[in-house]
């Protein structure tokens, strides 16, 4: 069983930058994905970025692009969500995902397998 910990989250101001990390722990495949979602109070979890398992594809949806980067480090066992130009929108919890059961990246949370407990990043006016 694969655990997720995520790190990184806090309070920062519009137009900052933050950066999350997600260290998995236990025994992962050589083709694991990984993905970022988060969820604000009252709203579903909603896919912000992912990444296959050697880096090479990388997805994100149209509100982050240019914005959001991930990134991974298989050595460690680590994958990253740079983000900048942060907005008070971005404001929620947010959750590493990953998977070994894809040849694809999905934007659903319903086909990552494996969840972190969350980290807050709160952006403030």
């Known amino acids: 069983q694969v655990q997720l910990v995520e790190s990184g989250g806090g309070l920062v101001q519009a137009g900052g930058s933050l950066r999350l990390s997600c260290a998995a722990r236990?025994?992962?495949?050589?083709?694991?994905?990984a993905a970022w979602f988060r969820q604000a109070p009252g709203k579903e979890r909603e896919f912000v970025a992912g990444?296959?398992?050697?880096?090479?594809?990388?997805l994100y949806p149209d509100f982050v692009k240019g914005r959001f980067t991930i990134s991974r480090d298989n050595v460690k066992k680590t994958v990253y969500l740079q983000m900048n130009s942060l907005k008070p929108d971005d404001t929620a919890v947010y959750y590493c995902?990953?998977?070994?059961?894809?040849?694809?990246?999905?934007?659903?949370?319903?086909?990552?397998?494996?969840w972190g407990q969350g980290t807050q990043v709160t952006v403030s006016s």
């Open positions: 995902a990953g998977t070994s059961l894809r040849a694809s990246l999905s934007d659903s949370p319903n086909d990552w397998r494996d």
């Open positions: 236990g025994r992962t495949s050589t083709t694991y994905f």
């Open positions: 990444i296959n398992w050697n880096g090479a594809t990388v």
